[in-house]
Structures are given as C-alpha cells and as structure tokens.
C-alpha cells in the first residue's frame, strides 16, 4: 500500500518537478481538470500585456510584419506539430475545435463524393459538437452518419464496409478516457477505402500522438485543455500531406488564400494547410496559446530522442495508475466503478470513476474542498461519471494523495447530500 509518504518521496525523485513553477495555480487548489481548461502559464499575462500595449498600442499596423502576426497560425502550428507527431507545415492554429472538424470533415467527404460511399461512421460516444456538426454536413452533402457503440470497431462483422466514406473518431473519450489505438484503427479504415478524422481534443498535451506514423488522413484538437492556452483559445488542424494541395476548405475565406495582399476577385487556395484559415486570426488569443504550448513544449529537455510527449508520458502513468490504486483501496465499498481502462495503451490522462448516485454532488463537495474535478452525465449504457484529468506538469504524487484523501471524507461523511452541494449551475 502506498502512502503519504511514499508519495513525498517519489515527488522528491521527480525530474518533471520544476516544470510546475512554469504555472500560477491559486493556493489551495489540486486541479483535475486541465482537460476541460488549462491552467495559466505565469508568462501569458505579460505577453498578452505587451502584445496589446507594445505591439498593438505603439506598433499598429505595422506589427503584421514587425511583430510577426501574419505567419503566427503556422508558427505555432509548427510547434503543436512537435507534440502530435506531425512535421513542420503541416499544421495551423486557428478557429475553434468545432470549426476546424466543420472544415476538415468537408474536405474528407469531398474526396469521397464520386465512389458512391455514403457513411460517415462515428462513435454514439463521441463528443456531442462533434456529432452535431457531422450530422449538419452529412445533411447538407448527402451523407448518412452511422454511430456505433464503444467496441464495435475491433468485433468481428467490422463497421468499416465498402460503404463508408469517413470513419471520424475522437482519440482520448472525453468522458471515459479510453484511447483507441490510432495507428491499427487508421490501417483497417484504409484496408476498407475509408478515410479517417482525428479529435485529438483529449490528446494534444496529454498523450504522445504519431499522425504520420499512424497514416492518418485529417485532425484537429483544442488549445484550451492540456495545450493551456486559456480559455476559447485558438484550436489546431492538421492534412496529412498526401492530401494537401489538394483538399477543398468550405470556408474559402481570404486568409486562405494563397495570395490575401493581391486582393483579387477570385479564390485561389494556399497550398497546403494555410488554406485552412479562414478570416483575419485572433493575434491577442494566438499570444496566449503559445505561452501554452511553451509550458508542454519545455518538457521536450527532459527527453531530447522522443520529445515531450514521451517525457510527460511515463509520469502521467504514474499518476493515473496511483490514483486508481489508492481510491481502489481507500474507497472500496463506496460504490465507485472504475470507467477508465487499467490498460495503459488505452488509457487517456485522466481518470473517470462512475456511481449510481451523487456523482454531481460529490464533484461539488471536491471542489468546494478545493479539489477541482468535473462531472459529465451518464446514459443508458453507464452511470454519472466523476472526472479527474491529470496533468503531469503541474501535478504531483503528493497532490493524488491529498485528492485522494478528500475523496474518502467526502464518502464516508456524507458530506456530499449536503442541499448546496447538489443544486445544479449551468456549466458542470
Ligand atoms: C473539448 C472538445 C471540443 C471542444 O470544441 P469547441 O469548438 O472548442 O467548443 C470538441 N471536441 C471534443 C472531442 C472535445 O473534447
């Protein structure tokens, strides 16, 4: 049985320990939910003060070019490609995750329109914008979207047939924290003539990501969660380069334009993924994510061969699979129920537990103790889940611990069927 001490010990032996002093985290607070909104890099509030009162204040106009605004999209798309394994050019920062799959999704059912294939196919499970916005496009383009349970992708009888046109897959589940095995799954879409859609929301800065190894076609994720670049930050997109120059954006706005300062009357597209920009890019919010993606990026010195999805890796394991062993044992007979996999190759970086009743109100008791998970409603299929991500930059063993620890009071009190803890706000 592990102990308090124990966990000292191990955060002592910790060589990602100093990774935290990158972040300003209010004092008392364990947070769980760098999946739902990163924290604040304690560098963003002065870059963002000074790109409003230097660069935008005395620099005007002319930072476009003195400040580098114009090519900030693929400046930092280059420094998210570094933690999806994806190579230089291949990526940009810009609009929203839903967005960006709107823009993505059109392309891959683009190339699809002529083989007669009419199914999108993608998980009941999936996250709802997601689901929302392929059901919008597969109206408009003639699709049919087929949802299918968790699972049905590796049974026999396979989902992917000769009539599916994009197999669209988030790659972490936001809910459950199940990863799918990218490369194998990417592999059976090709063998059946599908092309496949990444959301890499759950998995950009939280897993390692290899989307040219894996061969996948699109991606996108979100900038906001484990990438903390702060709230409604600017997401990504990735085109795998087979498919670049030649993909058609939906949104053929001027910024994707291969020639924007010519001004001429007819849409000529950027080769590659700078057509993915659409209209004029948010400079004050592209500033914040890359502080953001500079706190995930400097743990790139902790492995120099295989970067800083690997180094941050091997703690977020440890981590994760600590947490699940001290609630297994210190919580046994709460009626708790381990969702997430034990399998650390299908395993996320957050943890999800469910119970029959009060997952709400004990977040609610959590959060009010200081330590900051979330809750998402169960379905037909699984009760009301109570979510911790784990974000090994900041967190430490001694912080699972202490959450722990809350955790079994919370339970064995009662204090969660307190009335305020179980009166419902408007975002859970
Ligand atoms: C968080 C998340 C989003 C968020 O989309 P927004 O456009 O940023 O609101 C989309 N998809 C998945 C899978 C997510 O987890």
Redesign the pocket.
Known sequence: MTTLEDCRALDAQDALRPLRDQFTLPEGVIYLDGN?LGVLPTAAPARIAEVVTQEWGQGLIRSWNTASWFDLPQRLGDKVARLIGAAPGEVVCTD????N?YKVLFAALSQQKDTGRKLVVSERS??P??LYIAESLCRERGFTLKLIEAGELQGPGSVLTDEVAVLML?HVN?RTGAMHDMKAITAAAHAAGALTVW?L??SAGAVPVALNDSNADYAIG?G??YLNGGP?AP?FAWVHTRHAGKFEQPLSGWWGHAAPFEFTPHYRPAPGVGRYLCGTQPIVALAGLECGLDTVLAAEAFDKDQGAMAALRAKSLALTDLFIELVEERCAGQGLSLVTPREHAQRGSQVCLSRGEGAYAIVQALIARGVIGDYRAGDSQMPDILRFGFTPLYLGFEDVWNSVEHLVQVLESGEWKREEFNRKNAVT
């Open positions: 739902s929203s995750t839903s967005v799959l999936n996250f914008t997601d988030t936001y959301d929301a759950h979100c906001y969660k409604g997401a």
